[in-house]
């Protein structure tokens, strides 16, 4: 039996993992509450960490609120680049492997995808456009300097899951307030991602975590397809059907919608390695139908939204 200890267990994704971890009989799983230990505090991790002494331990923790990382720079290094490095300096002394969750705004977004129409692959070099990215960029190598092949990078992006927050909660939120005559949702259509499901990250990490051999480096793992915020917006509009989502959704420019922190255009992710293991990544829109029937309800209009 594995013993499995996962960080940041109360965020969306943390929840997931732990929901799907805990109902198997291969893992033993101890999860850890931010108020339990915060990964900017070295002494922390290290105790706990050292005290459990796990196979495995998986960093869910992070700041996420890329606008807010934005003001508060200094945080957002403490805890995605300093409490990334805690823990993998915590792992080195317990002899623990760490797969650690990254993302896709490490990326420009640069990329031009007629000569790369698979997107970036894991060997990319790696240039963000905002302090959100850097400071993930920044704990991604700090682990992969401490620990090497002990630790797995996995690089996400766009998540929904349960209880949120996400993207999907936000729109839901906005859709079902107001009706038809409300002012329209705005929503940007020149960025573009691969949506990903908390739960099909989760049974990636779980497959992960089954293998025999531990699997290191960096890999990409999101769910197939890749699409902009307003074409993500428009499909959970059709799948919440118009009873309930009353309000219009209509395009703009990120020029026109401005956010505190700048956003990278194209960050498709190359998803050719996940599957050479086995992984097959099932495609956003399955994905978000089937999330959305189990968060918002039965009620929802599902047919022939896909
Ligand atoms: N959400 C996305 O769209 C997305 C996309 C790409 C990659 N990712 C990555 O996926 C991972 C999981 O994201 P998520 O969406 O599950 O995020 P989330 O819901 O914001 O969860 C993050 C968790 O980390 C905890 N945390 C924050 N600071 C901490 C600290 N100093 N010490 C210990 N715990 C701390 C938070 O606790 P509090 O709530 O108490 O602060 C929260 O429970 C993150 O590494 C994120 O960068 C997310």
Redesign the pocket.
């Given at each position: 039996m594995k013993k499995v200890l996962v960080?940041?267990s109360?965020?969306?994704?943390?929840r997931s993992l732990c929901g799907r971890l805990g109902k198997m009989k291969s893992f033993e799983l101890v999860k850890v509450l931010?108020s339990e230990?915060?990964?900017?505090k070295h002494s922390e991790v290290l105790e706990i960490i050292c005290d459990e002494s796990p196979d495995v331990v998986v960093n869910?923790?992070?700041?996420?609120a890329v606008d807010k990382c934005e003001d508060r720079v200094e945080e957002a290094f403490k805890?995605n680049a300093l409490?990334a490095f805690n823990v993998a300096l915590a792992c080195k002394k317990a002899g623990a492997k760490l797969i650690h969750?990254?993302?896709?705004y490490v990326h420009s977004g640069d990329i031009l995808l007629q000569n790369r129409p698979a997107g970036y692959r894991e060997d990319d070099v790696s240039i963000p456009k905002n302090v959100y990215g850097s400071s993930?960029l920044c704990g991604d190598l700090s682990i992969m300097s401490v620990l090497g092949k002990n630790a797995l990078i996995l690089r996400?992006?766009?998540?929904f899951g349960s209880g949120g927050?996400?993207f999907v909660h936000k729109i839901m939120e906005l859709g079902t307030t107001g009706d038809q005559f409300s002012k329209p949702i705005s929503v940007v259509c020149d960025q573009s991602g691969n949506p990903t499901s908390a739960d099909f990250l989760s049974y990636a990490i779980a497959k992960l975590l089954r293998r025999k051999t531990f699997v290191g480096g960096v890999l990409n793992c999101t769910c197939s397809g890749f699409t902009s915020w307003y074409s993500f917006a428009q499909a959970i509009q059709r799948i919440a059907g118009p009873e309930r989502f009353r309000r219009l959704v209509v395009p703009c420019s990120s020029g026109w919608y401005k956010t505190k922190a700048e956003r990278p255009a194209r960050t498709k992710l190359d998803l050719e390695k996940l599957e050479s293991l086995g992984i097959d990544p099932p495609y956003w829109k399955y994905e978000l139908e089937k999330f959305m029937k189990k968060e918002f309800g039965k009620t929802l209009k599902t047919k022939a939204t896909v």
């Open positions: 960080l940041g109360e965020g969306m994704l943390g931010h230990c915060d990964i900017r869910c923790a992070a700041m996420t805890t409490g969750i990254s993302t896709d993930k996400t992006a766009w998540l927050p996400s």
